[in-house]
């Protein structure tokens, strides 16, 4: 009687937190920094708000703040969408450079953008600053785990498509469930949350309409 040959190890998933990050992303992320920061201190000192009247409006903390805007610090994706309320602009100008006639974003020079516990993961789609009123990502969530965003500012809506895996949507009360092919708009000026209910990793785009 021949032997079964030794069954293959299941292959372990590798959580987002622990992913390579995307070719680019190691010297971008300097960048990334670079620019949140004088965005951060230009975008303060123009509506002539103090450290501590920022971290009063945005949840941020005094401490938190001066060490992203001197550097010391690279904030998570909740932490600049908070920044970003707090000065009354957009997400993309937080993060972003000049605006330019026509601007290309590589794949591998896009930043990829994650959450504290590293399951969800935010990537532009559209160079950084290429419209003031809309904004387009790729989000990527882990599976068996959610995120809780923060309000946007007022009037901003939100749409999003699944391309794989599941959405629950949580917002206002209301409960929304998507699958792959599905999408959802919203108003996203209050808190809302992202929920993956599924066994793999949920894959979708994000588009951000900011109000006029």
Same mark, same amino acid.
């Given at each position: 009687?021949?032997?079964?040959?030794p069954a293959r190890p299941a292959a372990a998933?590798?959580?987002?937190?622990?992913?390579?990050?995307?070719?680019?992303?190691?010297?971008?992320?300097?960048?990334?920094?670079?620019?949140?920061?004088?965005?951060?201190?230009?975008?303060?000192?123009?509506? $002539?708000? @103090?450290?501590?009247? !920022?971290? =009063? *409006?945005?949840?941020?903390?005094? +401490?938190? #703040?001066?060490?992203?805007?001197? /550097?010391?610090?690279?904030?998570?994706?909740?932490?600049?969408?908070?920044?970003?309320?707090?000065? $009354?602009? @957009?997400?993309?100008? !937080?993060? =972003? *450079?000049?605006?330019?006639?026509? +601007?290309? #974003?590589?794949?591998?020079?896009? /930043?990829?953008?994650?959450?504290?516990?590293?399951?969800?993961?935010?990537?532009?789609?559209?160079?950084?600053?290429?419209?003031?009123?809309?904004?387009?990502?790729?989000?990527?969530?882990? +599976?068996?785990?959610?995120?809780?965003?923060?309000?946007?500012?007022?009037?901003?809506?939100?749409?999003?498509?699944?391309?794989?895996?599941?959405?629950?949507?949580?917002?206002?009360?209301?409960?929304?469930?998507?699958?792959?092919?599905?999408?959802?708009?919203f108003k996203a000026d209050e808190t809302h949350t992202y929920e993956?209910?599924?066994?793999?990793?949920?894959?979708?785009?994000?588009?951000?309409?900011?109000?006029?």
């Amino acid at each position: 009687m021949k032997s079964k040959p030794p069954a293959r190890p299941a292959a372990a998933k590798t959580p987002l937190r622990n992913a390579p990050l995307p070719p680019g992303d190691d010297l971008g992320a300097a960048e990334l920094s670079r620019r949140v920061a004088a965005n951060l201190r230009a975008g303060r000192k123009a509506r $002539g708000l @103090s450290l501590d009247q !920022l971290a =009063g *409006a945005s949840g941020v903390s005094r +401490a938190a #703040l001066s060490q992203i805007e001197t /550097q010391r610090s690279n904030p998570s994706l909740g932490v600049l969408w908070k920044i970003a309320v707090g000065l $009354g602009i @957009s997400f993309a100008e !937080l993060i =972003g *450079a000049t605006v330019q006639a026509a +601007a290309v #974003l590589r794949r591998s020079d896009s /930043q990829v953008l994650r959450s504290a516990d590293g399951k969800m993961e935010s990537r532009p789609l559209a160079p950084a600053g290429t419209s003031p009123l809309v904004e387009l990502y790729e989000l990527r969530l882990a +599976a068996r785990s959610s995120h809780t965003s923060e309000a946007h500012a007022q009037g901003t809506h939100e749409t999003l498509v699944v391309l794989s895996g599941r959405l629950r949507l949580r917002v206002g009360g209301a409960v929304f469930e998507l699958g792959a092919g599905d999408s959802v708009s919203f108003k996203a000026d209050e808190t809302h949350t992202y929920e993956n209910p599924g066994g793999s990793e949920a894959r979708y785009h994000n588009v951000i309409v900011y109000a006029r």
